[in-house]
Each structure stands twice: as C-alpha cells, then as structure tokens.
C-alpha cells in the first residue's frame, strides 16, 4: 500500500470539537444553545440509523435536539404545516428533513419549504442557486465534508484536475460546484460517459459518488492521485465503497476509507452548518 489513509473519524472529532465551542460561544451571548430540527418520516431502518446518529452527536456538540416522526402515510400538508412552524420556531436554526421520502410524498416541493436560512443540508433551490453562483450560503454536507477532508490532508485543491464520478443532486453536482470554487479544473463523469476508465485516470483528485459498489478500480486511478470515495453499500462481508481500496490503495498518493472516511465528515459538516446558520439568524 502506498495511499496515505485519510481518517475521516478523526478529522470529523476535531470538527464537532470545533463547532461545540461555537455552540458554547452563541449560548453565552444568546442565552440558548442553537437547534436541530429533525423530520423523520416513515420506517426506513437506514434513515431511522442515520437520524439517530445525527441527534446524538448534535447532543453531544451541546445542540439542542428537536425530533419529529411522522407516519409514512402522513398528509403532505402536515409535514408542510410542520416545516413552517419550525421556519417560525426561534430556538430552531437548522431543518433537516430525512430523505429518502415515501412515496406519494412532493420531495422538492416540500424542500423547498424549508427556509433557505435554516436549510442546514444545502438542498433548497435557493441554497444550490447561491452554490452556482458562488455567494454565501448554506452548503451540501457530503460535498462540505469531502472539501474539508482534502483540505485537511494537505491535498492541493486549486489547479489540481478533478473529477467527479455522479451527477447527483445530493451529492455530485454540488461536489463539482465546491472544486471549481476552489479552482479545480472539473470534470463530470456520470452514467453516460463513454471511457470512464479513461476520463477518471487523468484525475489529481477523484470523488467517486456514483452509488456504485466497487466501481473505480486500478486502472481509473492516475498513480498518486487522492481518491475520496462516497459511496457506501451494505453487502454481506460489510460496508463498502464506490472504490475497491485494496487495489486502490497501492496506486492512490491518499484515499479515504469505508466505513470511516466521507460518512461522518457529513453529520460534521452538518452540525456546523447548524451553528452557522445560528450566527447568521441573530446577526
Ligand atoms: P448519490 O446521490 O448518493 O451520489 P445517486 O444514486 O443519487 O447517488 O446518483 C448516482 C450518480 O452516479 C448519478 O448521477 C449517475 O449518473 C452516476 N452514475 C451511475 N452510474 C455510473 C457509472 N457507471 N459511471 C459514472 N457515473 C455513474
């Protein structure tokens, strides 16, 4: 192996640390710590694991944590009647809002509810729209999250060529949109690309977000490049990545490992987002 590791949980520790202090510093001058609403709607074990997680490290970071779990068959004017009372609610600075929905459910519309100023996931119209054009606002965690990680590393972002394997709305466009503010050359790779083997191969910086288990192998990887692997799939020996690290390892310069890698950098960068979005509603 020749990869350095870039240990995601240790990097997301210093973060929380980091963002509990701020929380600490806005309950000093504010007299409350700043809120996290959580809407989780259905049975989804995966979402019920993740939202758990999310209010128990905002615990941890002295948050305050406000939960709500609504039915999977809830009318979608309830969750909508939900999303502007915490819109309203000042103890709450950051809504987050699990997804997947069930079915039946309008997804957009019901993001797009959510108070850009609260919209501590980075998703509404108006967040992306101020990712595009590159003036402040709330960012997409996983994005945030693999930026930090690179930067963390030492992993030189502007001039570097990246290339982002997924178009995603969630996790890949705006990935592509964060390099290019730091002045990477992008590249977007996606399910139509004809050679991806040959697109990914040319990357300084790979981000391998295709929800595709085991995609990216040796030969998508430049030697020495730093490859940031989003993916992770429930398989019977264990999680595991977009990336095949074994082999990845012995080529890449850095790589990030699953479990232990992008994932808890994203309730990380959510937790800050939630103090951010704190500061900035007081201001
Ligand atoms: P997530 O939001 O978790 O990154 P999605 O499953 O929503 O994942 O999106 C997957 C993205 O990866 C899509 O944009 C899709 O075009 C892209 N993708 C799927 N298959 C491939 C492939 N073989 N090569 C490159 N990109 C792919």
Redesign the pocket.
Known sequence: MTAVVIDGREVARASRARTAQRAQAFKDQHGHAPGLATILIGNDPASEVYVRNKRRLATEAGLVDVHHHLSADVAEETVAQLIDDLNADVNVSGILLQLPLPKGLDRAGLIDRISPAKDVDGLTTVSQGRLARGVSGLRPC?PAGVIELLDTAGVAIEGAHAVV?????????PAAELLLRRSATVTI?????SD?AAVASTADILVA????PA?IGRDHVKPGAAVVD???HRTDSGLIGDVRFDEVSDVAGWITPVPGGVGPMTIAALLSNTVTAAESLTR
Do not use: P
């Open positions: 996983t394997v997924g178009r995603s709305e969630l996790v890949g466009h790779a996606h399910s139509r690309t991806l977000a295709a929800g595709i995609l989003v993916g992770i």
